[in-house]
């Protein structure tokens, strides 16, 4: 069956080519609804990822964020207008103790393989999770970078020792915005409190239990953990100002992505025994786990409402470039594609 993908060709240029999707056995196809963009797709939109990971990568669909209804499904796994979420990991191989997001061989859509941007997206069944009844479709959209944060959750509550009683989180930005309301809902007997540069989007974080602007931190603070959801240039910055705060043998977990590497304190990281570890995606575990932690917190979604920015109805090539462009310069929230393409 012949298929429309939208792909980024180069930095600001989307381009409509057509790919043949065999119909087998062993696939389902879903119509993509709503796709919502990461900071990732604007790393490459924007051409910010080296020369030669651009050079490698591109012509290649974006967004690995979205929602779909399956058309057809040969397995009978699903019914036909089914809503579900479509999980970006496609692993090749199954590993005891490698979780399927961190093995190297895994294809990621929008980074080594086509993303959503498409007509049709195929895929296996089990690359696919029903969405709860009556769940809000545009927050439904960006289930993937929430479940983001609960698989950073759940390795932080194997790897950290068990005095939690103030966790940091540093980042007023969305991933920031969601950990933090995670870590109310999946750790509820600790304080969170949120580290930002704008008091403006602090304000928004109403479920937390303190704000603080990062050139006002008190001296006297303590916190026993912490999670950087800030990436970029802002990531070693904000680091060595947790590694400063933290107490000795917290676990400090890593969200944000930096294009250059962080000079990090190594010698204070030393001298309190701290843990540091990295998260980056997510796998099937944490969409279905998430999905149950929606159902027995149904404010979970209605939070993640305040953190919609705008909506786009897209159905050409230009609607792609506005959502891209208009995405840019949001302050906070997340940019959702109602996707008709
Ligand atoms: N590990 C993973 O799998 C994933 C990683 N990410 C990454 O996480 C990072 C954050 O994403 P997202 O939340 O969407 O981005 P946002 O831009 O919405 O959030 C980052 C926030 O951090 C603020 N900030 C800047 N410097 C500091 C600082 N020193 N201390 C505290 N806050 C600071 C920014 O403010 P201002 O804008 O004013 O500078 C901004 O509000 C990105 O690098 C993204 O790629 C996202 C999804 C999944
Ligand atoms: O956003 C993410 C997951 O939701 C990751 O940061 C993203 O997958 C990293 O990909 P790339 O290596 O292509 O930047
Ligand atoms: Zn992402």
């Not at 496609?90 to 590993?95: A, G, I, Y």
């Not at 933090?180 to 304000?203: E, R, T, Y």
Request: proline fraction near 5%; charged fraction near 25%; charge should be negative.
């Amino acid at each position: 069956m012949l298929n429309t993908v939208y792909q980024l060709k180069a930095p600001r240029q989307f381009e409509t080519v057509f790919k043949d999707i065999p119909l087998d056995d062993r696939h389902v196809l879903v119509r993509p609804t709503h796709l919502s963009i990461c900071h990732a797709d604007q790393r490459y939109y924007q051409g910010n990822r080296p020369e030669a990971v651009l050079r490698s990568k591109l012509p290649m669909a974006l967004i690995h964020e979205g929602i779909g209804k399956v058309v057809y499904d040969p397995t009978g796994t699903y019914r036909i207008g089914e809503e579900v979420v479509m999980i970006p990991n496609h692993p090749v191989e199954k590993d005891d103790i490698i979780e399927e997001n961190y093995l190297r061989s895994t294809k990621f859509c929008g980074s080594s393989k086509d993303g959503f941007m498409q007509e049709y997206v195929s895929l296996l069944p089990d690359r696919l999770v029903r969405l709860p009844e009556g769940i809000d479709k545009i927050v439904a959209a960006f289930t993937e970078i929430v479940s983001v944060s609960y698989h950073a959750i759940s390795r932080f509550q194997k790897f950290s020792h068990s005095r939690r009683r103030t966790i940091g989180v540093w980042g007023d930005g969305n991933l920031g915005y969601i950990t933090s309301l995670l870590l109310k809902k999946m750790l509820p007997d600790s304080k969170v409190c949120i580290f930002g540069v704008n008091a403006n989007k602090l304000s928004d974080f109403s479920f937390a239990d303190a704000t603080c602007l990062v050139s006002e931190i008190p001296e006297d603070l303590l916190l026993d953990h912490a999670f950087e959801c800030v990436g970029g240039n802002g990531s070693a910055i904000a680091i060595n100002q947790i590694i400063d705060y933290i107490q000795p043998e917290g676990t400090i977990s890593i969200l944000g992505v930096s294009e250059d590497p962080a000079p990090i304190n190594t010698r204070m990281v030393l001298e309190k025994g701290l843990h540091i570890f990295g998260s980056s995606r997510s796998g099937r575990a944490d969409f279905e786990g998430l999905m149950e932690l929606y159902k027995k917190n149904p404010d979970i979604p209605e939070y993640l409402e305040n953190i919609v920015g705008t909506t786009f109805e897209v159905e050409s090539i230009k609607d792609m470039t506005e959502a891209f462009e208009t995405d840019i310069h949001k302050l906070i929230g997340k940019t959702v594609m109602i996707w008709k393409g």
